[in-house]
């Protein structure tokens, strides 16, 4: 497991900038969305329709409007007005119905059974207006996501930058004594190819230094016109 967290860790060591800024600005705009949402504009409810109440009190409801109608403050069609635009009169003539035929109440059954005919007979209500299309808060949070996801693509697809070997630096000799000169690098053989081959695009030598932990070394591969095409690289860990 840890070998594949330190391969995961070295596929992902060129697009660590881009990754950090995708994740800040995910962090900031959740924290921007819920203090709008809990706090700037929260939803509220407000002017609930007959047909949204509870079942208990949709009841309750429909037994006031009959108590309405045998009262005679209410009259029979008039009362498709007080279902709403939401509930259709034939969906709550079925349902008074059957609080009718639960009703002991003689007088009250009467009113709900010529509040049922009523219902049966009356058209559909017209649709409730619908709201005139998207908030403006929500266009600006769309159009911020969406330059997020524009700047966080271009960064991904950036070419990542040569990575410049890192020799280690000799230790300072101390006063007095003199350091002998080291001798120059081998240079880097070059490999003859059979003539059936391609000879590589890119090819380096590298040296390690015993001790050295942050061995890490790695290069581009790019054609001739300067395409890149990914990279090669070597380097040392303990498992």
């Not at 209410?74 to 007005?81: A, T």
């Not at 009523?118 to 058209?123: D, G, I, L, S, Y």
Request: proline share 10%; aromatic share 8%; glycine share 10%.
């Amino acid at each position: 497991m840890k070998t594949i967290l330190q391969a995961l860790g070295i596929l992902l060591r060129p697009y660590r900038q881009a990754l950090l800024i995708g994740a800040v600005a995910f962090l900031i705009g959740l924290a921007g969305g819920l203090i709008y949402g809990w706090y700037i504009a929260p939803v509220e409810w407000t002017d609930a329709a007959p047909v949204d109440l509870r079942v208990d009190y949709r009841a309750n409801y429909l037994r006031l409007l009959a108590d309405a109608v045998r009262a005679g403050f209410l009259r029979p069609e008039e009362s498709v007005g007080w279902l709403g635009q939401r509930w259709h009169p034939r969906e709550a003539a079925g349902e008074i119905r059957r609080l009718a035929q639960q009703e002991t109440d003689i007088a009250r059954r009467g009113a709900m059974e010529r509040l049922a005919e009523v219902w049966e007979q009356a058209p559909a209500p017209s649709a409730p207006a619908r709201g005139g299309g998207i908030p403006t808060p929500c266009l600006i949070g769309l159009a911020g996501l969406a330059l997020v996801g524009i700047g966080a693509f271009w960064l991904l697809r950036r070419p990542a930058s040569m990575a410049v070997p890192r020799r280690p630096v000799p230790a300072a000799a101390p006063a007095g004594l003199s350091v002998a000169p080291t001798a120059p690098e081998r240079p880097i053989p070059v490999e003859a190819y059979p003539e059936t081959w391609e000879p590589p695009l890119s090819q380096h030598q590298v040296t390690y230094k015993l001790g050295d932990d942050h061995f890490d070394l790695s290069f581009p591969i790019e054609l001739p016109n300067g395409e890149f095409l990914g990279e090669y690289g070597v380097g040392i860990s303990e498992t």
